[in-house]
């Protein structure tokens, strides 16, 4: 199976501040489509879970644009270029390339300082 | 809007069963894909178990494998996850998820049911 690591696993962050998370997988996860099967996803208490990027880059519909991801390979970042008050929660990493199974991160958890 | 909503979820004993369902709206379920992903307390996300549109294709996490069974209703636009041989570690909240996008980018999400398995 494939193994996705992220760090930092607690991000405290000062509103209107840059944060990153990184997410590295076990293999490339470069499929023979050409694709790349990286998503992020953000889980916010009381809030079902909600995909913000899929296939690395692509950010989802209604997903702020201070969101962004990208990478290739095995190596892959979420930015959130100025850091609000409603970013925080827990966001994982999620690759679709080697599947099954579907494998995540062990997630990041957002917090403002 | 695309709509999911969970229900089944019940405090069970190890050993016990239990059925989950996923009222599907919004868009059109026999399209599409469809998975269940899971979540224990204090833990991260684990996917449980996938179907393709026309149930041709079941795959299902080694954790779960031979214990729970991934079913759908396109008439109905329904999910299921039949359980059985609960654990204890089975406890967690489940989520039903779409496969859009592609059958792996896990769309939208339910808000999910808990499931307890304990004596």
């Known amino acids: 199976d494939v193994v996705m690591t992220q760090s930092p696993l607690s991000l405290p962050v000062t509103l209107g501040q840059p944060a990153s998370i990184s997410c590295r997988s076990s293999q490339s996860l470069v499929y023979s489509d050409g694709n790349t099967y990286l998503n992020w996803f953000q889980l916010r208490p009381g809030h079902s879970p909600r995909r913000l990027i899929y296939k690395v880059s692509n950010r989802d519909s209604g997903v702020p644009d201070r969101f962004s991801g990208s990478g290739s390979g095995s190596d892959f970042t979420l930015k959130i270029s100025r850091v609000e008050a409603e970013d925080v929660g827990v966001y994982y990493c999620m690759q679709g390339t080697h599947w099954p199974p579907l494998t995540f991160g062990q997630g990041t958890r957002l917090e403002i300082k | 809007q695309v709509q999911l909503v969970e229900s089944g979820g019940d405090v069970v004993q190890p050993g016990g069963s239990l059925r989950l369902s996923c009222t599907a709206s919004?868009?059109?379920?026999?399209?599409?894909?469809m998975h269940w992903v899971r979540q224990a307390p204090g833990k991260g996300l684990e996917w449980v178990a996938f179907?393709?549109?026309?149930?041709?294709?079941?795959y299902y996490a080694d954790s779960v494998k031979g214990r729970f069974t991934i079913s759908r209703d396109n008439f109905k636009t329904t999910l299921f996850l039949q359980m059985s041989n609960m654990r204890v570690e089975d406890t967690a909240v489940y989520y039903c998820?779409?496969?859009?996008?592609?059958?792996?980018?896990?769309?939208?999400w339910g808000q999910g049911t808990l499931v307890t398995v304990s004596s």
């Open positions: 998820v779409t496969g859009m996008t592609t059958v792996t980018t896990l769309d939208y």
């Open positions: 919004g868009f059109t379920f026999h399209k599409y894909a």
């Open positions: 179907i393709r549109y026309d149930s041709s294709n079941k």
